[in-house]
């Protein structure tokens, strides 16, 4: 499977290990501080239509968008969400 800018950590092959992380980080968080699903897939749409999306990774702010898509009170860098 290759890899496109698009991705996210769970398409992307070799990033098993991180996506693990992914989902300890969404299981550490309480109901309160997690995004609603719908919520959560609604932030990762956009930033698939983001050009500042490299390989699952936020050129902005560094994260890992799919990390930093879990939590309802954090934002996006450039306010798309
Ligand atoms: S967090 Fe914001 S700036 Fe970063 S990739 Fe997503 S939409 Fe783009």
Known sequence: MSNCKRCLLN???GKED???HVQ???ALLSKAE???D???DERLSVCRD???LLEATCLKCGCY???RALKTDV???MKKW
């Open 75 to 77: 934002h996006c860098p």
């Open 50 to 52: 983001c050009d500042r």
């Open 65 to 67: 968008v799919e990390i």
């Open 34 to 36: 997690l995004a609603s």
């Open 24 to 26: 300890k980080t969404r």
């Open 38 to 40: 719908a919520k959560y």
């Open 11 to 13: 398409e992307i092959a």
């Open 18 to 20: 991180v996506y693990a």
